[in-house]
């Protein structure tokens, strides 16, 4: 059984940049897709970005295209997501998660059946 923890999580300024990392247990892990999702006070659980350990596959949503990049390290078991040129409205609490789902689906929190505990990103203007 996987387990993952995130990281890397803070308080910081419009503009600035910060690298959320979710480290995983278990020798599995290429097996997997692992997901960032986020959630703002009052909105929905929404995708952010995903990549496919066994094939290198990445999506983004269309709001943090160019600005977010995910990344692995699979010798460390770990996923890495890059936040870039952070906006206010990018505040919310990041989660990664993983699935062995392929394809649009991993696009969508329903095909997710292990989560971390999340890590707090707030931006300020």
């Known amino acids: 059984q996987v387990q993952l923890v995130e990281s890397g999580g803070g308080l910081v300024q419009a503009g600035d940049s910060l690298r959320l990392s979710c480290a995983a247990s278990?020798?599995?892990?290429?097996?997997?897709?692992v997901g960032w999702f986020r959630q703002a006070p009052g909105k929905e659980r929404e995708f952010v970005a995903v990549?496919?350990?066994?094939?290198?596959?990445?999506y983004y949503a269309d709001s943090v295209k160019g600005r977010f990049a995910i990344s692995s390290d699979n010798a460390k078991s770990t996923v890495y997501l890059q936040v870039n040129k952070l906006k206010p409205e990018d505040t919310a609490v990041y989660y990664c998660?993983?699935?062995?789902?392929?394809?649009?689906?991993?696009?969508?929190?329903?095909?997710?059946?292990?989560w971390g505990q999340g890590t707090q990103v707030t931006v300020s203007s």
């Open positions: 278990g020798r599995t892990f290429r097996r997997y897709a």
């Open positions: 990549i496919n350990l066994s094939i290198g596959d990445r």
């Open positions: 998660a993983a699935c062995t789902s392929t394809g649009w689906r991993t696009m969508r929190s329903y095909a997710y059946g292990l």
